[in-house]
């Protein structure tokens, strides 16, 4: 709630002071007086760009400031800002003749556009050429929402639809990472392919060097294993030859003297030991091979070894444990795949209910609808609009998808208005008049009770194109108005300004041959004489009509 607006060195305003109370307010004065300075200090104080024709000539700046009454979420905006406040909310803006300005919230310097976004929604203006929250379609919505009581419903369906994005970027995050996935995958298979064809074994290489080199020289170890096999064993009085001989000598001397006998061991174990070894020598020669092309298969073999280590070595342990890092990252894809099959699932069941849900908001809406274009017409039929028609059309899929609903549903929602019998239907912002305009926002806000509306709200000049009696009633819907949020109006009109409950009036004097501006808060006793100048004159019936216009109003207040 705005509380006070406090002007300084502003066009015409030496210095002064508008105390706003809560309720409906009224501004009054002659015309040219500045009453429409409020609008504008006003849209400074909201964050508006200032320029130097705001500085009273002869001075070298101009202070707006506003204190406000603000709510828990503005006050918790501000503490996110560095700001504290004890619920109050002081904006002060100063513009100098140099073109450059300063603005302070609570005695923190802060920029413009902090200014505007700490300020957002605490007042909207409502003159003849700036109706903006009627006018935009998106608005029309939510006005019918608040005209239904369906605030609630609308909370669930943007919590689902929280939901459903949700579940959908992490859907779309895990299937980047498939697709990401599936390229690396490309790779990964393609070198496990070149690993499993050669399919290396660890110590394989040290095996295969050996047996080349065995290979290498099969014809030089045949050619002396022989020999050696000869001397050993088959040669006419070879070794195994002459040491049985020796054997047999060595038993006769054993048999002698007892005390050879374990050289007769040694010497049988000797003659068995190079039979042995004659035998196995054999065996190896018999093994040799005769085919020499095993020996390709070899060379062949050790190269594609050494090729798979220079991609995956540099050692063939490397390349195995190379390959076990390959196969466990395709291990852990399937726990991929597993979180986006379960991702697709909640997602497709997080659609489901909010398809439900949006349906039946969308059912709840077309109701309200009807409703809210009765008790709208109504209301304007009071306000001297008897013959027009105000249409809530909504517009809805066919058939509600996932796809089709938003944060606040399936439905766009937009107030169609025919002032006169006979003209057709038209989208509000094409058809309709400052005037009508003006009677229309009153309608609306009246049904509404100013749910969803900012906390202040200010009409400048709303009686424009009005006559005395619906004037009479437009200031009967703003003090209706004003019991649900905080209603200032500037006025001409006296069956306006006496509706008010606190009346403020602006006039416009010369002091010391410079034009002033100065604000009076009327006191009960004030006032009468203030409706009296707006009725015309200091005549008796201007005094007893001004009385008749008070009388009801102050005795309620």
Known sequence: MLSELILENFILTKRASFPF??????????????????????????????????????????????????????????KQQGIESDGEMIIRRIITTKGKGKTFINGNLVSLQQAKKLTKGLVTIASQHEFQNLLRRE???????????????????????????????????????????????????????????????????????????????SSLLRELGEGIYREL?????????????????????????????????????????????????????????????????????????????????????????????????????????????????????????????????????????????????????????KLACLQVRITSPEEILPDTVGPSGADKVEFFFSANPGQPLRPLAKVASGGELSRVLLAVKTVTGGKGMNQTMVFDEIDTGLGGEIAENVGRKLRSIGKDLQVIAITHFPQIASMGQGHLAVEKRQQKGTTVMEVKNLSDEE???????MLGGDTETAEQYANELLGPVLRRT
């Open 527 to 533: 006032r009468p004489a203030e409706i009296m100048r």
């Open 139 to 217: 608005r029309h919505l939510t006005l019918l929402d608040n005209f239904g009581n369906l605030e609630s419903q609308c909370n669930v369906l943007a919590g689902l639809h929280a939901d459903v994005m949700l579940w959908r970027k992490k859907l779309e995050r895990l299937e980047e990472q498939n697709q990401a996935w599936e390229e690396e995958k490309k790779k990964i298979l393609a070198e496990l392919r070149m690993i499993d064809e050669v399919a290396p074994q660890e110590h394989e290489e040290e095996e295969l060097e050996q047996e080349r080199s065995v290979l290498k020289a």
């Open 233 to 385: 064993y088959s040669a006419q009085g070879s070794i195994t030859e002459r040491l049985s001989s020796c054997r047999a000598d060595m038993e006769k001397m054993a048999g002698i003297d007892t005390k050879l006998s374990p050289l007769q061991e040694l010497l049988d174990s000797t003659t068995y030991q190079a039979s042995d070894l004659a035998l196995s020598l054999r065996d190896y020669l018999h093994g040799l091979p005769v085919d020499l092309s095993r020996l390709d298969q070899v060379e062949e073999r050790l190269f594609r070894l050494q090729e798979i280590k220079r991609k995956f070595g540099p050692e063939i342990r490397d390349v195995l444990e190379h390959r076990e890092k390959l196969q466990m990252k395709l291990d852990e894809h399937g726990d991929l795949e597993i979180e986006i099959t379960n991702a697709a699932g909640k997602l497709e069941q997080a659609e489901d209910i909010l398809c439900r849900e949006a349906e039946k908001l969308s059912i709840m809406r077309h109701e309200a609808a009807k409703a809210m274009e009765q008790a709208v017409m109504k209301e304007l039929s009071f306000l001297d609009l």
């Open 21 to 78: 109370e809560s309720g409906f307010t009224v501004i009054t004065g002659p015309t040219g007086a500045g009453k429409s300075l409020l609008v504008k200090a006003l849209k400074l104080i909201l964050g508006d760009r200032a320029d130097t024709s705001v500085v009273r000539p002869g001075a070298e700046y101009a202070v707006v400031q506003a204190l406000f009454e603000v709510p828990s979420n503005v006050r918790e905006a501000l």
